[in-house]
């Protein structure tokens, strides 16, 4: 019997994941059920549960993947542009613009979260990840406007209301709809300069 590759069982767990992510956008996540994503995949329940063992930890790869590997290229671009609160807000953002990114199913993970142990430490480190890389990539900027002694100390708490801008956004699309980052980032600066 072939060996089955970390690559195809990671790729099968993307199919799973996408067929999820859309049963969760015409359900909601309580709405959803593992026969539905069967349903929506094509695949049998036992193909689902070879990969997940329950709804929960589904949920919770969906969570994880879905904004993780926009912070990966983050945390490796050298780009300038980044190394500022607008320019990495704007990056991090730009991930709604991708079809596969959905405000709505985002938000109800951060509802579920809160009864959800589970779903709580994927959403938290995934949020600490990001706010991890803003102060990271924002050090230079900060070390410009505070000096050395206290950089490190404005790049985290900037790094925090970053993070705090990026969900308000989030919450926003999902409520609202999707609207120019930029305008966004606009409005929220000349909000924060009044």
Not at 155 to 170: D, E, F, H, K, P
Request: charged share 20%.
């Amino acid at each position: 019997m072939p060996r089955v590759t970390d690559a195809y069982r990671r790729a099968r767990r993307d199919e799973i994941a996408s067929a999820a992510l859309r049963c969760l956008r015409r359900n909601g996540v309580s709405g959803t059920s593992i026969a539905d994503v069967v349903a929506e995949s094509g695949l049998s329940a036992g193909a689902i549960y070879s990969h997940f063992r329950n709804k929960a930890e589904l949920a919770a790869y969906i969570a994880g993947s879905m904004m993780t590997w926009r912070i990966e290229e983050f945390e490796e671009s050298a780009d300038p542009a980044l190394a500022t609160p607008a320019g990495g807000m704007r990056y991090l953002l730009g991930v709604f613009e991708q079809p596969d990114v959905a405000p709505e199913v985002v938000l109800q993970f951060w509802g579920e979260a809160t009864n959800d142990p589970d779903l709580h430490a994927v959403m938290a480190g995934v949020i600490g990840r990001m706010r991890t890389a803003f102060a990271a990539a924002i050090r230079p900027w900060a070390l410009e406007r505070a000096g050395a002694a206290d950089a490190e100390a404005l790049a985290g708490r900037t790094a925090s209301v970053m993070v705090a801008l990026c969900q308000g956004y989030i919450a926003n699309a999902a409520l609202f709809g999707l609207r120019p980052v930029d305008d966004y980032l606009a409005d929220a600066a000349a909000a924060l300069d009044a």
